[in-house]
């Protein structure tokens, strides 16, 4: 007892004894074993917390630091012609769109760990929908110089079950990863929509560094991030790819990623397809939340 009183949990508690005594001293190690889970568990999400902490604090600090650099920049007149004026102001809005994803990631992350992501289904027409997706996405890759490919085919009529919005966070987070980690001159990213008879599959595929095979199982764990990004300017969170599949496994599908180092990386998930039925509503989709 003294050792359970000391939150000890690391001994062993066995007899050879039979009857209501043997069963005692099982049910005091049972007790034992959930209690150490429950303590490594614990000081596991404690480790994690201080990571994530860590991480932040690297992403907001590199922004900001930007951010001030350019607004002395502008106060002290070293922009002091209007295209170097426009240029900071740009930079400065760039810098401080970076920091609002990071805090709406934040706010994600919060009601991921408490499974309380909110949901707002709808029937999506699938060509539709993601042609307007890679339209939006589009303008930025230009402005970025990246090349932007784009491939639908899936039957006009084809329709999935998903939330818009949170759709469209698995798009931006997964080529925002491209864009973060691209490596090449002349970088490309290509999407392309695929028929799987009942499903549909969304591939995203890079021409950057690519990903280690050591490291590919766990790139959508929670705080997971590759040895070349810790080390990169770059940063990140670590969570941006555990919420990307925590969407798409709330959407009743799956996601993967095939990936080589030096040449490039491919996302791919799969939803099932919406099959109309005479009495089906969507009323009852609608306003989601688990």
Known sequence: MNNIRDGNFTYTLST????EIGDLYRNYEDMRLRLKESADEKLER?????????NISHDLKTPITSIK????????????TPEKQEKYIRTIY?????????????TLYSRFESDRIPYNFHRLNVA???????EEIGMDMEAKGIELNYTNLVSPQTKIIADPEQMKRVINNIVGNS???MDKEKGRI????????????IEIEDNGKGIGARDLPNIFDRFYRTDSSRNSSQGGSGI???IVRKIIEDHGGYIWATSREGEGTCMHFVIRKYVEQEDDTVESLDETEI
């Open 16 to 19: 050879g004894e039979e009857g």
């Open 46 to 54: 404690e480790k994690q917390n201080r990571e994530l902490i860590s």
């Open 69 to 80: 650099g350019y607004v002395e920049g502008l106060i002290d007149g070293v922009a002091n």
């Open 94 to 106: 760039n810098k401080a769109n970076d920091m609002d994803h990071l805090i709406d990631e934040l």
């Open 128 to 134: 539709d929908y993601f042609g307007d997706c890679v």
């Open 179 to 181: 864009v973060k980690y």
């Open 190 to 201: 290509d999407i392309r929509i695929l028929d799987e008879h009942d499903s549909v599959r």
């Open 240 to 242: 941006g790819l555990s």
